[in-house]
């Protein structure tokens, strides 16, 4: 009996190892890339899956200065973003298949939810960055976002 519960403890141990292993080497590191906007580089979050966009931003505590999550959607369209479960203010920036700015929505508040922030044009870009970027960087409609490289960002 004592040699069953030991061999049971055993393969238990060694079936949470190599699950352990497989997990690391099979869960795939956040995406960063560095972007411009306006005349200024953001290094961005890349959410650019049906799974990292529905995450988005949600549960963080907060966005440093300098850094935002850029959605990458499959074709444009009139993408709509809400507050849900967000802990922080942020500004909202849509942008074209060329990445030029069609609509920006600047300090949108958690407590707006659950209100549809929707672009004023069709998006296949969707940027968040920090609350007050916007008006700090005079960003605006008709600018550009360009993705510098794609090199990884540690």
């Known amino acids: 009996m004592i040699k069953y519960i030991l061999g049971l403890i055993v393969f238990c141990a060694v079936a949470l190892l190599v699950w352990g292993v497989f997990q690391v080497q099979h869960t795939p590191a956040p995406t960063a890339e560095r972007i411009t906007v306006g005349s200024n580089t953001l290094v961005v979050d890349v ?52 990445g030029m700015i069609v609509t920006v929505w600047p300090n ?9 922030f929707y672009p004023h044009a069709p998006a296949r870009y969707v940027l968040e960055v920090p609350a007050g970027y916007i008006a700090a960087a005079g960003i605006g409609v008709g600018q550009k976002i360009v993705v510098q490289y794609r090199e990884r960002v540690e």
């Open 47 to 98: 959410a650019d899956t049906p799974a990292k966009r529905q995450q988005g931003l949600s549960g963080r505590e907060s966005l440093a200065q300098g850094s935002g999550m850029l959605f990458v959607f499959p074709q444009v369209g009139k993408w709509g973003f809400w507050m849900k479960d967000m802990r922080f203010a942020i500004d909202i920036i849509w942008a074209d298949d060329d």
């Open 108 to 116: 949108v508040t958690p407590n707006t939810y659950p209100k549809i």
